[in-house]
T-cell receptor
């Protein structure tokens, strides 16, 4: 069965510092990976998906099939990046998303 | 486009009562997904529906839970005879096509007393 692991419940960084939110997955086939973000009092929204290989709000994520990882990175954290981040996996041909438990990112001044 | 709408946002029920959660997908979206988030856990898939059809209910508890998405009106997640363990946030998502991005609603927070 597929699984997504986000090892850190809380990540605290200073403004301007680099950020890396870890995500590992287990799935034997071709996965589709996503990062969703939930800002305070807002709904869950898509941040980026590995297929599009785009950078959103300065965040990037590279799918590493060898390490089964999809870590989210940003070179310089901003205060407005403080939010809950969820990594999610969609398996080939399926519809449902499998989510990690989320990482709360706190950017301090 | 108002986005995915869910109501109520908060629902309090006593043990043994029924809970009805509603989800109106985004305009033009015919695929609806329900997820449940228990405290300290990630969102877990429950059921995937298209208009008038349940496509995948592999994440639904076998008893007391049911879902529908009628031809007209919102999708309904129904929980009969609620127990304390049903207390959670229930999220609905929708998309236009199966492979598209899923857009989430604000969730319904169910509290069972």
């Amino acid at each position: 069965a597929q699984r997504v692991t986000q090892p850190e419940k809380l990540l605290s960084v200073f403004k301007g510092a680099p950020v890396e939110l870890k995500c590992n997955y287990s799935y034997s086939g071709s996965p589709e990976l996503f990062w969703y973000v939930q800002y305070s009092r807002q709904r869950l929204q898509l941040l980026l998906r590995h297929i599009s290989r785009e950078s959103i709000k300065g965040f990037t994520a590279d799918l590493n099939k060898g390490e089964t990882s999809f870590h989210l990175k940003k070179p310089f954290a901003q205060e407005e990046d403080s939010a809950m981040y969820y990594c999610a996996l969609r398996t080939g041909g399926g519809n449902k998303l499998t989510f990690g438990t989320g990482t709360q990112l706190k950017v301090e001044l | 486009n108002a986005g995915v709408m869910q109501n109520p946002r908060h629902l309090v029920r006593r043990r043994g009562q029924e809970a009805r959660l509603r989800c109106s997908p985004m305009k033009g979206h015919s695929h609806v997904y329900w997820y449940r988030q228990l405290p300290e856990e990630g969102l877990k898939f429950m059921v995937y529906l298209q208009k008038e059809n349940i496509i995948d209910e592999s994440g639904m508890p076998k008893e007391r839970f049911s879902a529908e998405f009628p031809k007209e009106g919102p999708s309904i997640l129904r929980i009969q005879q609620v127990v304390r363990g049903d207390s959670a946030a229930y999220f609905c998502a929708s998309n236009r096509e199966q492979a598209d991005t899923q857009y989430f609603g604000p969730g319904t927070r169910l509290t069972v007393l």
